[in-house]
């Protein structure tokens, strides 16, 4: 293949690396955009729609999302739905659900119910529904085997006629057809193109080698998941992080069960996700449950050959055994992860399961689902060697001369636009090149960046307890990791905070 030379070169034709090329082919002066893409169709590995609940993460019925982040995750979240607006891409590409979190007992009612109260301001939209309530839009949630009503108390806060739900692997088909439309660009997706190194070149930019050829680009976005830390790693950055692969796994209902998302209270001791039921848009609204978390010692899922890079990228040493260790030291989070490592098994895995999917469905059988082979993705958690912890939060490296990192687990399919915006203007300014940003914030925002009120401070002992813990867990394990300083407010703007 001939040489090919771009302005930007985006490694990774996933969610996040079609919507940055669709931002800057659609509001940047930047003419010339390549797309590495490893295997032979894009967004194949966790931006497909088998791999993540396909969900919006809007933020209102997270419940483990302080009201701050969940201010900056609504921002990027509508620039989403924004986009699927503007081409008409309802019903085919972005689909509607009722969805609700779920409170069971007394403790997790009153939780709720403060945290309605608290949240009310930036989402007016949201509603309390009580059992009666919840008999018409979910009745699944209330009915136990017999028919009886579950003893326990129970209330909903959700919301009807919300855009929640996206096939984001379409999504990403249409970031590229689109970025393709615009005039007097030069977009071009490479694919099976495995990049093997990347190199600063000894005139300007970087030489990018591959398995297909070569490629030389002024910028380089690497936005390929674990293997974006696993490349930076060849080119001598972020050598004190490692990578700690999470696979997530869900259950498959034979029928249609819940109409619509319904999320658990995330357990505040606990930096993983809560059970939740959704309906599947690929297998006709039938209710996927999940995920359940497992450490798999591999970058991708379902793919060969990244054991290997695993080894390389984790980097094991004293420093990440004594991350371990600390996260093995607390017995919920060693709890949970003996109990994920057993839904894996054949044959037991379903009756476990089936005691957790019962907080949402009490009358759930276990002859009514089944583990859903193929499904789930893995998310490229950071381990960081000098403060010895895990971080839960973005990840990110920007060399400062024209290179930039991104390992962005979950929302990371919610924010891309977001995320991509952020890249964006650091890349045009980089470039000498110019950004329309009035042209921006009228098709893809609804204004800045929503700064709200001190939080509520309930005088409820159990809230105030369960807020202190989801803090505790917060201070712990969630925290933004920007390596670098390419300028002084690159990493503060809102979206780079999620």
């Known amino acids: 293949m001939a040489t090919k030379n771009f302005e930007v070169l985006i490694i990774g034709a996933g969610i996040s690396g079609t919507a940055l090329a669709y931002e800057l082919s659609r509001y940047t002066d930047i003419n010339s955009i390549g797309i590495l893409e490893k295997y032979g169709d894009i967004a194949t590995l966790n931006s497909c729609a088998t791999s993540n609940s396909q969900t919006i993460h809007v933020g209102d019925i997270e419940t483990n999302y302080t009201l701050q982040k969940a201010a900056v995750t609504k921002r990027t979240a509508k620039m989403v739905e924004k986009y699927c607006l503007q081409h008409q891409y309802q019903n085919k590409i972005m689909f509607s659900h009722q969805k609700m979190a779920l409170g069971v007992g007394k403790k997790e009612v009153e939780f709720l119910l403060h945290r309605y109260e608290e949240f009310f ?9 009580d059992k009666e309530r919840l008999k018409e839009l979910e009745p699944r949630v209330v009915f136990d085997e017999n028919g009886d009503e579950r003893k326990e108390d129970i209330v909903g806060i959700g919301a009807i006629n919300q855009w929640t739900t996206v096939d984001f692997q379409k999504l990403s088909n249409s970031f ?20 093997e190194q990347i190199k600063k070149s000894k005139k300007r930019g970087y030489v990018i080698n591959s398995k297909k050829g070569t490629f030389y680009a002024d910028f380089v976005v690497v936005n390929a998941g674990a293997h974006s830390l696993f490349l930076a790693h060849k080119m001598g950055y972020g050598l004190n992080l490692g990578c700690l692969p999470v696979a997530g796994s869900f259950y498959m209902t034979n029928e249609k069960m819940l109409n619509g998302k319904v999320y658990m209270i995330q357990n505040p001791k606990l930096p993983f996700a809560a059970l939740h039921g959704d309906p599947d848009i690929l297998a006709d609204g039938n209710t996927r449950f999940g995920p359940t978390a497992l450490m798999l010692p591999k970058l991708e899922r379902y793919k060969k050959g990244t054991f290997l890079e695993f080894l390389k990228t984790l980097r094991f040493d004293k420093n990440i055994a004594m991350a371990l260790y600390k996260l093995l030291r607390e017995r919920d989070i060693r709890n949970y992860i003996l109990k994920n490592f057993l839904f894996e098994i054949p044959f037991i895995n379903k009756y476990l399961f089936l005691r957790e999917a019962r907080k949402i469905v009490p009358s759930l059988k276990a002859d009514e689902f089944k583990y859903a ?31 930039i990192f991104n390992m962005t687990p979950s929302p990371g399919a919610t924010s891309c636009l977001g995320n991509a915006e952020r890249d964006l203007k650091y890349i045009v300014k980089y470039l000498g090149k110019n950004f329309n940003g009035q042209k921006f914030n009228d098709e893809l925002t609804d204004g800045e960046y929503c700064v709200l009120s001190a939080p509520i401070e309930s005088q409820k002992a159990v809230v105030n307890l369960i807020r202190a813990e989801i803090r505790r867990t917060e201070e712990k394990y969630l925290k933004e990791l920007h390596v670098g300083e390419p300028d002084e407010s690159f990493w503060n703007t809102p979206h780079s905070k999620i």
């Open 373 to 403: 082979k193929g499904f789930g993705g893995i998310r490229p958690q950071v381990l960081d060697k000098d403060q010895q912890k895990l971080l839960l939060g973005e990840a990110s490296i920007c060399s400062g001369e024209g290179v």
């Open 176 to 195: 590229l057809e689109n970025a393709k439309k615009e005039p007097n660009k030069n977009i071009e997706l490479f694919l099976d193109t495995q990049v």
């Open 121 to 129: 301001e930036l989402f007016p939209y949201l509603e309390v529904w």
